[in-house]
Structures are given as C-alpha cells and as structure tokens.
C-alpha cells in the first residue's frame, strides 16, 4: 500500500469554535468519503488557518469527529496580502492502492477558487 496525500480546503463565514467545528467536520467528511477511506487509513493530518482564526484548533474538529488515534497538527497560514481570508486548509497523509491521480482533493465553497485545477 502507497502513502498518498490529500489536500482541502474550506472557507469560514465567522470566526467561531462552533462554526468552524461544522465546517472543518464537513471537510473532513467529505476528504473521507470523496477517497473512499477509513479512520486506519489516516497517517497524519497537517491544519493550516489563515491568521485571522483565533477561536480554536482545527484539529478539534477532527477529534470530534472521532479521529482520536491519528497524529493532528495545526499551524497558521502566511499572511499574504490579498490572501483568501479566514480559511482554514487540510493536508491528510493517507495509505491508499489509488493512484496519485486517484486521489480526490476537497475545496468546499468560495475555497474552491484556491485550486481550479484540482477542486471537486
């Protein structure tokens, strides 16, 4: 079995812990099932949160979730000028048979407009 990367992305309306623990949960459901993948299949998962975040962790989404076994970090997003605000980015490393062109990456909402070239 492979080890294989998936990336996401989605994009808060507020910040708030409740609001992001909806949308972070959201994007991580849908990384799941858009790869067909299981809590053992999960190596590690990488957050990112753009610098205007403060209300949580986006990895307490994920324990929320159930993903309690699995090695989570968070760390924040350059501050770019003119940078998309408040999105908070995922990088799972995954055990998969796909190919790397099997591999379904996840932008949900306006966060789609990060990457044409991969979004769902």
Request: overall charge negative; some cysteine; proline content about 5%.
């Amino acid at each position: 079995m492979a080890v294989r990367a998936v990336r996401g992305a989605v994009q808060l309306d507020r910040d708030e812990a409740g609001h992001m623990d909806e949308r972070v949960g959201a994007l991580l459901t849908a990384v799941m099932e858009r790869n067909a993948l299981a809590p053992d299949d999960l190596i590690s998962i990488w957050f990112t949160a753009t610098p205007d975040l403060h209300s949580d962790f986006p990895a307490a989404a994920a324990r929320k979730l159930g993903i309690v076994d699995v090695p989570l970090i968070c760390a924040q997003e350059l501050d770019v000028r003119g940078a998309m605000p408040r999105v908070v980015r995922v990088l799972a490393h995954i055990e998969s048979d796909r190919p790397r062109s099997g591999i379904n990456h996840v932008y949900l909402g306006a966060a789609a407009a990060l990457r044409k070239d991969i979004a769902q």
